[in-house]
Structures are given as C-alpha cells and as structure tokens.
C-alpha cells in the first residue's frame, strides 16, 4: 500500500466573489511524480502556494505527512522545498555565496559543493547566477529546493524554455531525486514531459480536477472510447530527428 503523503479534501480559494479553487480533493503519494496540469487560469498555482503554506485556503482540509495545515504551517514549511522562479535570484552572486544564503534562511549549515555536485554544477561554484544558461539555471534552483532536506519538493514548470538536450537532463535530475525517496509534485504545459516523467497526473480545468490517473490510463481510456490520431503516427517525430543530428550530450557547460 502507498503512503498517502498529501491529503487535500474539499479544498476551495475565493478571490472575493470568484471561485478559484472548487472544493477539490486528491492524495499524492510518498516516493512519487505527481503532475498538475491545466490550461493557464485552471487554479493549478493557487493550489499548490495553498499547500506550500504561501496562501490562505477559503475552506477545506490538509495534511502534509499527518501534519494539519491549519494546526502547525510552520511544521510543514519544515519538511517541503519550493522551487522559486530563477528570476529570484541575486544575479551578481556566485553559486556558493547563494548555497549559503538559502541555508541561512532555513537556518541550517550547508555544504555548498555537496548541493552543486547533485545537481552536476559543481565546476560552476564560483561563476555569478546570471553566468549560468537556462538549464543550468534550472537545475541550480532545483538544487535549492533541497537544501533543507525535504520530503516533499514542488516544481512549478521546471523545463520551460529549456532546448530538448538540457530538458531531458532536468528529467533525469528528477527522476534521481526521486529515486533518493523524495515526492515531487510538478507543473507542466509539456505533455510529452508528463507522460514521460509522472506517475500519476491531475488535470485542473476551470478550479476542478477534471481528470486524475496515470498517463498510461488517461490513453488507453481515451483510446476505448473510439478516439484515433488523425494521422497515423510515424515512427518518429522532429524532437527524435533533433536529438538524432545533435546528439544527447549537453551543450551549456
Ligand atoms: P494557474 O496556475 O492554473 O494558471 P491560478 O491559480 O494562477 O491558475 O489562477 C486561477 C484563477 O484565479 C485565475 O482566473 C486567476 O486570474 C485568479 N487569481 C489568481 N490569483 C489571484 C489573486 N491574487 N486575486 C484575484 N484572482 C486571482
């Protein structure tokens, strides 16, 4: 049996008379990918800066590892990592300096080069945040999301804007934390990356779960109902040709 490690139950967001959040409920579990998807405006960012402890709920309950949002927030804050958007960081500090920095604000020692080297940037150490490239960027914030040796991570489109080399990099980082026994709920617009990447999705729309199961069984339901490509599918697409010509190495150290 899977450890339920996020209980949300009828939770609901208003902002004034519009109902952002519609009483929706779901369990992730311990160890898994959990995606959140949804066209822009679903309530996707709403519901998980709830569960982040960043944002009021209007009602509903939560419990993050048997811990009660509205009895102890800060207990919560404790045991999850947030990625925040790579544009929150200081740019004209280098990797160490910001490595310290984050451990300051969650008041614990860190050592710098262990947090560099998970994330494959240890050669980086002392280049200035806004030396990195893209994927660079992205997996250096991944990085800070461990810092405090979470349970849970969050990852708010980790990969956007990233070239197919440096995405596939970030997948494998993901997969390796995960397989380290952290959960890792994360927001995406790429389906291919979800399929590839979560055990199981939710799909928001409109404030409400419209659908939740793993990828794998979101098709084969969708394909029982008689639904077919258009097209019939060749046995590869640009994205393989891509890779194929440019090979798999990363191009951004
Ligand atoms: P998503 O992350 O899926 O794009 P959001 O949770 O950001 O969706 O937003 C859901 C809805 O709530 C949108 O219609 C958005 O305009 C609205 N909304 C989000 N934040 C606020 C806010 N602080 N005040 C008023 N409306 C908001």
Redesign the pocket.
């Known amino acids: 049996m899977n450890k339920v490690i996020i209980s949300v139950k009828n939770l609901a967001k208003n902002?004034?008379n519009?109902q952002?959040v519609k009483n929706i409920s779901f369990d992730v579990y311990e160890g898994e990918i959990f995606g959140l998807l949804?066209?822009?405006?679903?309530?996707?960012?709403?519901?998980l800066e709830i569960i982040e402890t960043l944002r009021d709920k209007t009602s509903g309950e939560i419990i993050v590892d048997g811990i009660n949002l509205d009895s102890n927030k800060d207990g919560i804050k404790k045991i999850i990592g947030v990625q925040l958007q790579t544009s929150g960081f200081y740019p004209g500090l280098n990797l160490v300096e910001l490595v310290h920095l984050f451990g300051g604000l969650y008041n614990q020692p860190v050592e710098p080069m262990y947090f560099l080297k998970l994330v494959n940037l240890e050669d980086k150490a002392k280049n200035k945040f806004k030396e990195l490239s893209g994927g660079q960027k992205q997996r250096f914030s991944i990085a800070t999301t461990l810092i405090n040796k979470p349970k849970i991570i969050f990852l708010d489109e980790p990969t956007t804007g990233l070239d197919p080399q440096a995405r596939r990099n970030l997948w494998e980082l993901i997969r390796n934390i995960r397989s380290q026994g952290t959960t890792v709920i994360i927001t995406t617009h790429y389906m291919d990356e979800a399929e590839q990447l979560c055990d199981r999705i939710a799909i928001?729309d409109e404030?409400k779960i419209i659908s939740l199961n793993s990828p794998d069984k979101m098709i084969d339901e969708l394909v029982a109902t008689g639904f077919e490509r258009p097209k019939q599918v060749k046995l590869a697409n640009l994205e393989d040709v891509f890779i194929h010509l440019t090979g798999k190495e990363m191009r951004d150290e």
Request: aromatic residues 12%; glycine residues 32%; positive net charge.
């Open positions: 902002y004034g519009f952002a949804g066209p822009n405006g679903a309530g996707k960012s709403t519901t928001m404030g």
